[in-house]
């Protein structure tokens, strides 16, 4: 089944407190991206990949990092989580960058305490 | 950067009753999409637009391409209660790429039976 996976679903966490969030796709998809999504803001692009080791910022950077080393994988990596990071995360693939037409991963829930 | 509007924010309805919603933008795109988000999971899309004017149907589902290139629309005819969960617009400029999406704050939708 085409799908993007991400683990956890859900995390609880503290500050400080060094976490990283997978994101798998099996489509061979070049195109990969990671959102949040905070009530009454819609989806913010946090980073994106164009294929494998070409990443760029999106527009709500700070505070993360992003590694593609595989094609199928890219994790996000949060070295230090603060609360402000508190959010629904979701990944993202297409099957090239110049496609509009992504499919979401099911979503990961973090609670930076 | 570019905003869009998104209404209503939330909407309840009785079964069987036909829902409308709708997205503005101050900038004009090139793409619409409308994706759905259902309890704890990620945004599916439902219907892609690329063409001014356009009406496209998915089911009961049917969104239009404003001629404006400035907004779109979703309808969902003889509502079922498993039409409940958010729905988002998403707008793409020109230029043809996922990265530059944008999504609004998505809509709310609760069928009562």
């Known amino acids: ?113 | 950067g570019q905003q869009l509007n998104q209404s209503p924010q939330s909407m309840f309805i009785q079964e069987g009753e036909d829902v409308s919603m709708n997205c503005t933008s101050s900038s004009i795109f090139n793409t619409w999409l409308w994706y759905k988000q259902d309890p704890g999971e990620g945004p599916v899309l439902l219907i892609a637009l690329y063409k001014a004017g356009e009406l496209t149907s998915n089911g009961r589902l049917t969104a239009q391409f404003g001629i404006t290139r400035k907004d779109s629309f979703l309808n969902i005819s003889a509502s079922i209660p498993s039409d409940v969960g958010i729905y988002f617009c998403a707008g793409g400029p020109f230029s043809g790429s996922a990265r530059q999406l944008t999504f609004g704050s998505g809509t709310q939708l609760t069928v009562l039976p």
């Open chain 1, 1 to 113: 089944e085409a799908q993007v996976t991400q683990n956890p679903r859900y995390l609880i966490t503290v500050t400080g407190k060094k976490l990283t969030v997978t994101c798998s796709q099996n489509m061979n998809h070049e195109y990969m991206s990671w959102y949040r999504q905070d009530p009454g803001l819609g989806l913010r692009q946090i980073y994106y990949s164009m294929n494998v080791e070409v990443t760029d910022k999106g527009d709500v950077p700070e505070g993360y990092k992003v590694s593609r080393k595989e094609k199928r994988n890219f994790p996000l990596i949060l070295e230090s989580p603060s609360p402000n990071q508190t959010s629904l995360y979701f990944c993202a693939s297409s099957i090239t960058p110049g496609s509009y037409e992504q499919y979401f991963g099911p979503g990961t829930r973090l609670t930076v305490t």
